[in-house]
């Protein structure tokens, strides 16, 4: 497996947009991304008068859509490597298509539902692919764009079973893997947080909706006050 370099992890940054924002949500099933995603598209759009475009990956594009479909429903077992390339074809054709046109626009905030950083984990560390494997891959532009700020949100595999079981939702491609599969995936995503500690933010999703809502909330706040703060000085240097 190939080594992990700072050379490597230093070429992903974030797209440079004055006064819109790119983020994702990262964790395992029933983590409670889509649930906190809802809310703060909410708040960000009545509280902050922002627009929000919330994405999922795979998919967001037609040729991404028929990708999904045909990754999450498949009969056959798809090879690491080319899973993690279907993905990187989805993930590329979103921010040529979609993420890197919108966010053009002020004001904008993309929220995207999964990214880079599940990739990683579930072919790269998860399948046996190898995290820098994986990172190459998207060691290129625009792949190499990652998100200013990603929420993971932890929880551990019983309480994802436990989520799962009330959702009582049908398995599919991932979902049917079972309990080691699962394990290997914190594990993965712990790395991940390790790797980029400015960008990942953890936050313990154990606890009540209400707790994990506030503090990503919190976090928004922090990040939409220093970015202005920033500008501003920007300008004042201009006087
Ligand atoms: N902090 C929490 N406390 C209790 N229940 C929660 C919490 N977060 C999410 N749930 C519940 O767990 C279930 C799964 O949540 P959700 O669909 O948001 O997860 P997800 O991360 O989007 O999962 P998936 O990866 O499968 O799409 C939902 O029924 C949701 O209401
Ligand atoms: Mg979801």
């Not at 999450?72 to 993690?84: G, H, M």
């Not at 950083?117 to 998860?126: A, N, P, W």
């Not at 309480?159 to 599919?172: F, G, H, L, V, Y």
């Not at 920007?234 to 006087?239: A, G, M, R, S």
């Amino acid at each position: 497996m190939k080594e992990i370099t700072h050379e490597l992890l230093s070429s992903f940054r974030a797209p440079a947009f004055p006064g819109s924002f790119f983020l994702s949500f990262e964790g395992i099933e029933g983590a409670g991304k889509s649930t906190q995603i809802t809310r703060l598209k909410d708040y960000l759009e009545k509280e902050k008068n922002y627009r929000v475009l919330v994405l999922r990956e795979p998919g967001g594009t037609p040729f991404g859509e028929k990708l999904r479909q045909a990754i999450l429903e498949t009969k056959t077992e798809i090879s690491p490597l080319a899973e993690a390339h279907l993905f990187a074809a989805s993930r590329s054709q979103l921010l040529t298509e979609v993420i890197l046109k919108e966010l053009s626009v002020p004001n904008t905030i993309i929220i995207c539902d999964r990214y880079i950083d599940s990739s990683v984990v579930y072919q790269g560390h998860s399948r046996g692919l190898g995290v820098a494997e994986v990172l190459e891959i998207h060691n290129i532009f625009p792949l190499n764009l990652v998100p200013h700020l990603t929420f993971y949100l932890q929880i551990g595999v019983e309480t994802s079973e436990k989520r799962q079981k009330i959702r009582n939702a049908p398995k599919d491609y991932f979902e049917a893997r079972g309990i080691e599969f699962y394990k290997k995936l914190v594990v993965g995503y712990d790395l991940m947080h390790e790797l980029f500690p400015h960008r990942i933010l953890k936050l313990d999703a154990e606890g009540s909706l209400d707790s994990v809502s506030s503090a990503i909330i919190k976090a928004m706040e922090n990040m939409i006050n220093t970015n202005r703060e920033g500008h501003k000085e920007l300008l004042d240097d201009q006087e």
